[in-house]
C-alpha cells in the first residue's frame, strides 16, 4: 500500500517511485506482510459463507483495511486454536532446526570476492581465505560448463549452489551485488532456503547505501548489519540464555497457571545455579527427563518467555567474557607455573609432573592431557569433585607451559565448572549442619557454618544473582543472634 502523507490517502504510484508534490518529494518504500493472523470475529457455527467462501471474505475485510490484495496472497484456514497453536510450535521448530544447522554465515561482494561479513555461529575452524577461493572456483565452473551440475539446486526465482566442503555443507545464492554462503552440518532444508532468498532480497534493499559505497569505491563498514542477521535467522536461540532480574507480577500469575512455562523456569534456575547461563537445548533436555513432552511444544513455550522477557538471549561475546574473568582471575599463579587450587601444589604427583615436563615435547604433553581429563570425567562421574580437579589442574598445567591455548580455554572451563560443584556440596554441608546446630540450640556453632555458606554464595565467581538466597541467610544469622 502506498500512502500520501500528507493528505492521508491511498495512492497507485508504482513501487520506488519519486512523488512531487507542491511542499515535498517523497520516496516510496513498499512493504509486504507475511504470516499476520486475522482473527474474523465470527462463530464458524452460525457463518452461512463457512468453509466455503472465508478467504473471499477475508481477502474483501483485508481490503476495506486499505491494504493491497494481489494475486500471490496466501490465505491459510485454520479452524481452531489448537491448530494454530500447533503451526506456530511446528513453525518455531523449524526456525530452530536451521539455526542448529548453521556454522558459519558468509557474505561476499559479488564482483570482488571481497568478504564483507564473516560471522561464525560454532568452532566449527573454517580457513577463510580457503573457503572463498573454493567457492569462486566452483561458481565459475558451474556457470561456464555446459555439462549439468548436479551440485547445483534451484529455487522457485533464484539459483542456489550446494558443494560438500571438507565435512560440511555449503548452501551459496546470488543477488545483485552480494553473494551469500552458509555453511552447514547437513543439507538446507526447504524452510532455510526461503529464509536466505528473503534475507538476501531485503538486506541489499535496507542497506543498499552501503553497498552502493562498496561497489564505487571498495571501502565498507557492514559490521552495525551484525543486528540484522542475528534476528533474520533466528541466532538467538542459540545464544547463551539468563532469566530476567524481575518478574512483573501479571506475568508471574500467567507462568503459574500454565505448568511447562513454570518447569521451564525451575530447570532453568537449577542450571543457573552451577552456571551463569543454559543453553536452550540442555533446557529442554532437562524438561524432557522430568515431563513426557514433545520438544517442539516445550520450544513454543520458552519462545513465548523470550518475547515475554523473562527468558533473555545474551552474546556469546558476554559468555566468553565470563570465562575469561575467570582465567585472569587466575593469570598470575598461571603465569608463575603456579596451580589453581593449593590442595595440590605440593603433591609428589605434581612435583614429578613439573621435571618430567621439562623433557615432553608437544605431542607427549597433548597424550598426556587427554589421560588426565579421561581420568577426571571418571572422578567427576563417582561425585570425586576434588580428585577431577587434581586431575584438571595437571592438564592445565601442562597445557599452559606449552601455550596450547584451545585447551587452556577448555580445562579453564572444567575446573570453573568442578570449582562449582564442589563450593554447591560445601554450601549444603554447611547449611546442613547450620540447621542441626540451631535446632539443638548449638547457635554459637550455627552462626559459623551459616557464615561459612554465607561466604561461599558471595563468591561471584562460583554463584551469580543469589541476591535472594544470601538475604535469606543473613536474615536467619540475624534472627539466631538474638538468642545469644
Given at each position: 500500500?502506498?500512502?500520501?502523507?500528507?493528505?492521508?490517502k491511498?495512492?497507485?504510484?508504482?513501487?520506488?517511485?519519486?512523488?512531487?508534490?507542491?511542499?515535498?518529494?517523497?520516496?516510496?518504500?513498499?512493504?509486504?506482510?507475511?504470516?499476520?493472523?486475522?482473527?474474523?470475529?465470527?462463530d464458524?457455527?452460525?457463518?452461512?459463507k463457512?468453509?466455503?467462501?472465508?478467504?473471499?471474505?477475508?481477502?474483501?475485510?483485508?481490503e476495506?483495511?486499505?491494504?493491497?490484495?494481489?494475486?500471490?496472497?496466501?490465505?491459510?484456514?485454520?479452524?481452531?486454536?489448537?491448530?494454530?497453536?500447533?503451526?506456530?510450535?511446528?513453525?518455531?521448530?523449524?526456525?530452530?532446526?536451521?539455526?542448529?544447522?548453521?556454522?558459519?554465515?558468509?557474505?561476499?561482494?559479488?564482483?570482488?570476492?571481497?568478504?564483507?561479513?564473516?560471522?561464525?555461529?560454532?568452532?566449527?575452524?573454517?580457513?577463510?581465505?580457503?573457503?572463498?577461493?573454493?567457492?569462486?572456483?566452483?561458481?565459475?565452473?558451474?556457470?561456464?560448463?555446459?555439462?549439468?551440475?548436479?551440485?547445483?539446486?534451484?529455487?522457485t526465482?533464484?539459483?542456489?549452489?550446494?558443494f560438500?566442503?571438507?565435512?560440511?555443507n555449503?548452501?551459496l545464492?546470488?543477488?545483485?551485488?552480494?553473494?551469500i554462503?552458509?555453511?552447514l552440518d547437513?543439507?538446507?532444508?526447504?524452510?532455510?532456503?526461503?529464509?536466505?532468498?528473503?534475507?538476501?532480497?531485503?538486506y541489499?534493499?535496507?542497506?543498499?547505501?552501503?553497498?552502493?559505497?562498496?561497489?564505487?569505491?571498495?571501502?565498507?563498514?557492514?559490521k552495525?548489519?551484525?543486528?540484522?542477521?542475528i534476528?533474520?535467522?533466528?541466532?538467538?536461540?542459540?545464544?547463551?540464555?539468563?532469566?530476567?532480574?524481575?518478574?512483573?507480577?501479571?506475568?508471574?500469575?500467567?507462568?503459574?497457571?500454565?505448568?511447562?512455562?513454570?518447569?521451564?523456569?525451575?530447570?532453568?534456575?537449577?542450571?543457573?545455579?552451577?552456571?551463569?547461563?543454559?543453553?536452550?537445548?540442555?533446557?529442554?533436555?532437562?524438561?524432557?527427563?522430568?515431563?513426557?513432552?514433545?520438544?517442539?511444544?516445550?520450544?513454543?513455550?520458552?519462545?513465548?518467555?523470550?518475547?515475554?522477557?523473562?527468558?533473555?538471549?545474551?552474546?556469546?561475546e558476554?559468555?566468553?567474557?565470563?570465562?575469561?574473568?575467570?582465567?585472569?582471575?587466575?593469570?598470575?599463579?598461571?603465569?608463575?607455573?603456579?596451580?589453581?587450587?593449593?590442595?595440590?601444589?605440593?603433591?609428589?604427583?605434581?612435583?614429578?609432573?613439573?621435571?618430567?615436563?621439562?623433557?615432553?615435547?608437544?605431542?607427549?604433553?597433548?597424550?598426556?592431557?587427554?589421560?588426565?581429563?579421561?581420568?577426571?570425567?571418571?572422578?567427576?562421574?563417582?561425585?570425586i569433585?576434588?580428585?577431577?580437579?587434581?586431575?584438571?589442574?595437571?592438564a592445565?598445567?601442562?597445557a599452559?607451559?606449552?601455550?596450547?591455548?584451545?585447551?587452556?580455554?577448555?580445562?579453564?572451563?572444567?575446573?570453573?565448572?568442578?570449582?562449582?560443584?564442589?563450593?554447591?556440596?560445601?554450601?549444603?554441608?554447611?547449611?546442613?549442619?547450620?540447621?542441626?546446630?540451631?535446632?539443638?540450640?548449638?547457635?554459637?556453632?550455627?552462626?559459623?557454618?551459616?557464615?561459612?555458606?554465607?561466604?561461599?554464595?558471595q563468591?561471584?565467581?562460583?554463584?551469580?544473582?543469589?541476591?535472594?538466597?544470601?538475604?535469606?541467610?543473613e536474615?536467619?544469622?540475624?534472627?539466631?543472634?538474638?538468642?545469644?
Amino acid at each position: 500500500m502506498i500512502l500520501d502523507i500528507e493528505n492521508n490517502k491511498s495512492l497507485n504510484y508504482p513501487i520506488n517511485s519519486i512523488v512531487v508534490t507542491e511542499k515535498i518529494v517523497i520516496k516510496i518504500v513498499y512493504f509486504q506482510i507475511s504470516r499476520v493472523g486475522y482473527n474474523c470475529g465470527l462463530d464458524k457455527n452460525n457463518c452461512k459463507k463457512y468453509p466455503d467462501f472465508c478467504i473471499e471474505c477475508v481477502k474483501g475485510k483485508i481490503e476495506r483495511f486499505g491494504l493491497n490484495v494481489n494475486q500471490n496472497i496466501k490465505i491459510t484456514l485454520i479452524d481452531s486454536e489448537e491448530k494454530r497453536i500447533q503451526m506456530f510450535q511446528d513453525l518455531i521448530w523449524q526456525k530452530f532446526l536451521d539455526v542448529l544447522n548453521i556454522k558459519h554465515i558468509l557474505l561476499i561482494a559479488k564482483d570482488s570476492g571481497l568478504s564483507i561479513i564473516d560471522y561464525p555461529l560454532s568452532g566449527a575452524g573454517v580457513d577463510l581465505e580457503l573457503l572463498t577461493g573454493f567457492i569462486q572456483a566452483n561458481i565459475n565452473f558451474s556457470e561456464s560448463s555446459n555439462v549439468p551440475n548436479n551440485n547445483v539446486g534451484h529455487g522457485t526465482d533464484r539459483q542456489f549452489y550446494e558443494f560438500q566442503y571438507l565435512n560440511f555443507n555449503l548452501l551459496l545464492t546470488n543477488s545483485e551485488f552480494l553473494r551469500i554462503c552458509l555453511v552447514l552440518d547437513n543439507k538446507g532444508s526447504d524452510s532455510l532456503k526461503t529464509l536466505v532468498k528473503e534475507f538476501l532480497t531485503d538486506y541489499e534493499s535496507r542497506y543498499l547505501d552501503k553497498i552502493g559505497k562498496l561497489v564505487r569505491s571498495g571501502r565498507f563498514d557492514f559490521k552495525n548489519t551484525i543486528d540484522f542477521i542475528i534476528d533474520t535467522f533466528n541466532i538467538k536461540f542459540i545464544f547463551p540464555q539468563v532469566l530476567t532480574h524481575t518478574f512483573l507480577p501479571e506475568i508471574l500469575e500467567l507462568i503459574k497457571k500454565n505448568p511447562i512455562q513454570k518447569a521451564i523456569i525451575d530447570f532453568a534456575k537449577e542450571l543457573l545455579i552451577s552456571k551463569k547461563f543454559f543453553f536452550i537445548i540442555n533446557l529442554i533436555d532437562e524438561v524432557q527427563k522430568i515431563v513426557n513432552i514433545k520438544a517442539n511444544i516445550i520450544l513454543y513455550e520458552i519462545y513465548q518467555l523470550i518475547e515475554k522477557g523473562i527468558i533473555v538471549p545474551t552474546t556469546i561475546e558476554t559468555a566468553q567474557d565470563i570465562i575469561i574473568s575467570f582465567q585472569e582471575s587466575q593469570a598470575i599463579r598461571i603465569a608463575n607455573n603456579e596451580l589453581i587450587s593449593p590442595i595440590i601444589a605440593n603433591e609428589d604427583a605434581i612435583n614429578e609432573l613439573k621435571e618430567k615436563a621439562k623433557n615432553m615435547d608437544e605431542e607427549e604433553v597433548k597424550k598426556a592431557i587427554i589421560n588426565f581429563i579421561k581420568k577426571a570425567e571418571t572422578a567427576e562421574k563417582g561425585l570425586i569433585y576434588k580428585e577431577a580437579q587434581k586431575e584438571c589442574e595437571k592438564a592445565l598445567y601442562l597445557a599452559t607451559g606449552f601455550d596450547l591455548k584451545d585447551d587452556v580455554g577448555r580445562i579453564s572451563f572444567m575446573i570453573l565448572e568442578l570449582d562449582k560443584k564442589i563450593k554447591e556440596s560445601e554450601l549444603r554441608y554447611a547449611l546442613k549442619v547450620g540447621e542441626k546446630s540451631e535446632k539443638k540450640k548449638d547457635y554459637i556453632r550455627a552462626i559459623n557454618y551459616y557464615k561459612e555458606g554465607l561466604k561461599i554464595l558471595q563468591d561471584p565467581l562460583v554463584f551469580d544473582e543469589n541476591e535472594t538466597r544470601i538475604k535469606k541467610l543473613e536474615k536467619k544469622i540475624a534472627h539466631i543472634k538474638k538468642h545469644l
